[in-house]
């Protein structure tokens, strides 16, 4: 201790409690305030409290972890199979494989419509773009050089193969095999020319890269336009878009199958999870038709047509024993294989479709009511005046003529539209029951109604019930005009008379045969009694006089060596576009042999404007040429038995037998 320096006092510290009792609070002292550091500054600045701010991180990395474990519900436990299917979608690709369709073919075995390998060229447009293909503009180029080989708009199939967002579209359908073998060499070609740039350092463009094919099948036509109204045509999707294609496509399309397989970069990649369903190809139906009768009426009814500058015409062959049709011809027609140079007028079966008044060779239909009623015979005379006045007007016959003294076999012979009404005049004791009578028999060889086909846009044909005829219709439906009445009609009306007054409904289809080989027969058509064989026989005799007599109208008719029966129709025609009458419908319709019938040829030609306008003048050659043809054909031979020859006149004053 220094000296000078005084004594420190010492001052007691506060005493310690005593076990157990309380310490008293210190009075509160008065703290001297420390100098400051020289140092630092005046305000210093303190750091908070880092809970909060971790204890929101916390919540933050929380509420995201919880976000990721509900997706990861989400996905693998609640959508699991959405996803699932969506990867199986992405993975793997599918692509249909088209049916085979079946062959139509004629009743002979012949093929008449059949399908051929083809292919459906298709296109992954993401292969395009700039960075798929190596070049900017890839789909022009590409649609330049397809476009020629196609036969498609450049311009459309650029736009196709900038589809966007897509891996799959459809350039062209059913192109031949050449056509693919073509594209093929030119991706070849552009595929090692991407390959020789690529190793020049190079982009390596390859504008084809994308281009694929899948396996289909084309619809061809051996022979053409031939039986085209019959058969009708596919449209662009290989469906039945007309004719029996489109009545019967359910058969003949089959059932299409599908190849699933696992991809990767839009190429096939070979693995143990593909999986392939067959198609299962369509039946093949056989027609009744006859290739070779076909193209005979086909050939006849295309140059008489020609020859006449007639708007259209029709021929239909048909067996009076069973119904069958054996040949339906209509002129002008088109190339199935072809429809680009189809007229749409053209492109139908007009023998089934078309409606007209058919003239005299519906008078058959008067003379079997009149037979069949017994109110006259095939001998009864019949006194025919130049003019006859009925209801509101004056009727005559195709030509001006002293008074006629036919019997009835000659008013038949001789088509005279005055006999007709004085010979139906005797159907009923009042007009009104003669209309009644007359349309019973109408209706029963099948006008008015449907013939059982079944053919797309077939016509039932006009006939009005006998309340509503007026007062011409009630004398002009009995030699054919204001009734009208389809080709396949009028044919089916001298079938029943061939076929002994049995009406056989008319058949396109023989039968069907399944993918298992087997054949199936069509239903057998119905069959209805129309008249007493008796007045049927009687018919066919008289139908002979019209071809036989020498002042019969179908001398044309004539085949040597076979007995003929037919009848000849010249009627006005209603003009389509004008509703009003402009021209004349000929026709023909008879079978053969007479005596014992095989074969019914019908023909009309609508509107003929060169030459003759009469049936029995343009129409009869047609029968003579088209029969001819089918008797040789099928082997009918002549039964040589001799015509009746019953009389067409009679003298006045003689009583008839």
């Given at each position: 201790?220094?000296?000078?320096?005084p004594?420190?006092?010492r001052?007691?510290?506060?005493?310690?409690?005593?076990?157990?009792?309380?310490?008293?609070?210190?009075?509160?002292?008065?703290?001297?305030?420390?100098?400051?550091?020289?140092?630092?500054?005046?305000?210093?600045?303190?750091?908070?409290?880092?809970?909060?701010?971790?204890?929101?991180?916390s919540?933050?990395?929380?509420?995201?972890?919880?976000?990721?474990?509900?997706?990861?519900?989400?996905?693998?436990?609640?959508?699991?199979?959405?996803?699932?299917?969506?990867?199986?979608?992405?993975?793997?690709?599918?692509?249909?494989?088209?049916?085979?369709?079946?062959?139509?073919?004629?009743?002979?075995?012949?093929?008449?419509?059949?399908?051929?390998?083809?292919?459906?060229?298709?296109?992954?447009?993401?292969m395009?773009?700039?960075?798929?293909?190596?070049a900017?503009?890839?789909?022009?180029?590409?649609?330049?050089?397809?476009?020629?080989?196609?036969?498609?708009?450049?311009?459309?199939?650029?736009?196709?193969?900038?589809?966007?967002?897509?891996?799959?579209?459809?350039?062209?359908?059913?192109?031949?095999?050449?056509?693919?073998?073509?594209?093929?060499?030119?991706?070849?070609?552009?595929?090692?020319?991407?390959?020789?740039?690529?190793?020049?350092?190079?982009?390596?463009?390859?504008?084809?890269?994308?281009?694929?094919?899948?396996?289909?099948?084309?619809?061809?036509?051996?022979n053409?336009?031939?039986?085209?109204g019959?058969?009708?045509?596919?449209?662009?999707?290989?469906?039945?878009?007309?004719?029996?294609?489109?009545?019967?496509?359910?058969?003949?399309?089959?059932?299409?199958?599908?190849?699933?397989?696992?991809?990767?970069?839009?190429?096939?990649?070979?693995?143990?999870?593909?999986?392939?369903?067959?198609?299962?190809?369509?039946?093949?139906?056989?027609?009744?038709?006859?290739?070779?009768?076909?193209?005979?009426?086909?050939?006849?009814?295309?140059?008489?047509?020609?020859?006449?500058?007639?708007?259209?015409?029709?021929?239909?062959?048909?067996?009076?024993?069973?119904?069958?049709?054996?040949?339906?011809?209509?002129?002008?027609?088109?190339?199935?294989?072809?429809?680009?140079?189809?007229?749409?007028?053209?492109?139908?079966?007009?023998?089934?479709?078309?409606?007209?008044?058919?003239?005299?060779?519906?008078?058959?239909?008067?003379?079997?009511?009149?037979?069949?009623?017994?109110?006259?015979?095939p001998?009864?005379?019949?006194?025919?005046?130049?003019r006859?006045?009925?209801?509101?007007?004056?009727?005559?016959?195709?030509i001006?003529?002293?008074?006629?003294?036919?019997?009835?076999?000659?008013?038949?012979?001789?088509?005279?539209?005055?006999?007709?009404?004085?010979?139906?005049?005797?159907?009923?004791?009042?007009?009104a029951?003669?209309?009644?009578?007359?349309?019973?028999?109408?209706?029963?060889?099948?006008?008015?109604?449907?013939?059982?086909?079944e053919?797309?846009?077939?016509?039932?044909?006009?006939?009005?019930?006998?309340?509503?005829?007026?007062?011409?219709?009630?004398?002009?439906?009995?030699?054919?005009?204001?009734?009208?009445?389809?080709?396949?009609?009028?044919?089916?009306?001298?079938?029943?008379?061939?076929?002994?007054?049995?009406?056989?409904?008319?058949?396109?289809?023989?039968?069907?045969?399944?993918?298992?080989?087997?054949?199936?027969?069509?239903?057998?058509?119905?069959?209805?009694?129309?008249?007493?064989?008796?007045?049927?026989?009687?018919?066919?005799?008289?139908?002979?006089?019209?071809?036989?007599?020498?002042?019969?109208?179908?001398?044309?008719?004539?085949?040597?060596?076979?007995?003929?029966?037919?009848?000849?129709?010249?009627?006005?025609?209603?003009?389509?576009?004008?509703?009003?009458?402009?021209?004349?419908?000929?026709?023909?319709?008879?079978?053969?042999?007479?005596?014992?019938?095989?074969?019914?040829?019908?023909?009309?030609?609508?509107?003929?404007?060169?030459?003759?306008?009469?049936?029995?003048?343009?129409?009869?050659?047609?029968?003579?040429?088209?029969?001819?043809?089918?008797l040789?054909?099928?082997?009918?031979?002549?039964?040589?038995?001799?015509?009746?020859?019953?009389?067409?006149?009679?003298?006045?004053?003689?009583?008839s037998?």
């Amino acid at each position: 201790m220094s000296p000078k320096e005084p004594p420190r006092r010492r001052v007691p510290g506060p005493a310690r409690p005593r076990p157990g009792e309380r310490r008293p609070s210190a009075r509160p002292t008065a703290r001297r305030p420390r100098p400051a550091a020289p140092d630092r500054a005046p305000h210093t600045i303190r750091l908070g409290s880092p809970r909060p701010r971790l204890r929101l991180v916390s919540l933050g990395l929380t509420l995201v972890m919880a976000a990721f474990v509900v997706r990861l519900l989400q996905v693998q436990a609640v959508d699991a199979a959405e996803y699932s299917a969506q990867a199986e979608k992405n993975r793997y690709a599918s692509y249909t494989i088209a049916a085979e369709r079946g062959r139509i073919t004629d009743r002979r075995g012949i093929a008449l419509a059949t399908s051929v390998d083809a292919y459906d060229i298709t296109a992954d447009p993401s292969m395009f773009t700039p960075k798929g293909s190596g070049a900017p503009d890839a789909p022009a180029q590409a649609a330049a050089l397809l476009a020629p080989m196609l036969g498609k708009d450049a311009g459309d199939l650029a736009a196709r193969l900038k589809t966007p967002k897509s891996r799959y579209v459809v350039l062209a359908r059913r192109q031949t095999p050449q056509v693919w073998n073509q594209i093929k060499d030119l991706k070849r070609v552009f595929a090692d020319k991407a390959q020789t740039d690529k190793r020049a350092g190079g982009p390596g463009a390859n504008v084809l890269a994308g281009v694929f094919q899948e396996p289909s099948s084309k619809r061809v036509y051996p022979n053409g336009d031939l039986a085209a109204g019959i058969l009708g045509y596919v449209n662009a999707e290989g469906k039945g878009a007309g004719g029996l294609e489109s009545q019967l496509d359910e058969r003949l399309a089959g059932k299409d199958g599908e190849l699933r397989y696992a991809q990767s970069g839009g190429r096939r990649v070979p693995t143990a999870g593909s999986r392939e369903k067959p198609a299962v190809p369509g039946s093949d139906i056989e027609l009744t038709i006859d290739r070779d009768i076909q193209w005979a009426a086909q050939d006849a009814i295309t140059e008489q047509v020609r020859a006449s500058g007639a708007d259209r015409g029709y021929v239909v062959v048909q067996d009076t024993q069973t119904g069958e049709v054996l040949a339906m011809a209509n002129a002008p027609g088109f190339d199935p294989n072809d429809l680009s140079k189809a007229r749409s007028a053209a492109m139908g079966n007009a023998a089934l479709q078309d409606a007209y008044e058919p003239g005299s060779t519906a008078k058959v239909l008067s003379m079997a009511a009149v037979l069949e009623e017994k109110v006259a015979g095939p001998l009864t005379q019949v006194t025919v005046p130049n003019r006859l006045h009925r209801g509101d007007r004056l009727f005559k016959d195709d030509i001006d003529h002293p008074t006629w003294f036919l019997t009835l076999n000659g008013v038949l012979a001789k088509s005279s539209n005055i006999g007709t009404i004085l010979a139906t005049g005797q159907l009923g004791k009042t007009q009104a029951d003669v209309n009644e009578t007359l349309y019973g028999y109408l209706t029963r060889f099948g006008l008015g109604q449907p013939t059982g086909l079944e053919f797309p846009g077939e016509t039932r044909g006009i006939l009005a019930r006998p309340s509503e005829w007026s007062t011409s219709q009630q004398f002009t439906i009995p030699f054919g005009q204001g009734l009208s009445l389809s080709a396949m009609q009028a044919a089916s009306v001298y079938s029943t008379v061939a076929n002994g007054g049995v009406r056989i409904q008319p058949t396109l289809v023989r039968g069907y045969k399944g993918p298992d080989g087997r054949f199936t027969a069509a239903p057998a058509p119905q069959k209805t009694r129309v008249i007493s064989e008796e007045t049927a026989k009687t018919l066919a005799t008289m139908l002979e006089s019209v071809v036989d007599d020498r002042e019969g109208t179908g001398t044309k008719a004539r085949i040597p060596g076979y007995r003929v029966g037919g009848k000849t129709g010249t009627a006005n025609r209603v003009d389509p576009a004008t509703g009003r009458y402009n021209g004349y419908t000929a026709s023909f319709a008879g079978f053969a042999p007479a005596d014992k019938p095989r074969i019914t040829v019908y023909c009309a030609i609508q509107n003929p404007t060169r030459g003759s306008h009469f049936g029995g003048q343009i129409c009869g050659p047609i029968y003579k040429k088209v029969m001819e043809f089918a008797l040789k054909s099928l082997q009918i031979a002549p039964t040589g038995t001799a015509p009746a020859n019953l009389p067409t006149t009679f003298t006045p004053g003689r009583p008839s037998r």
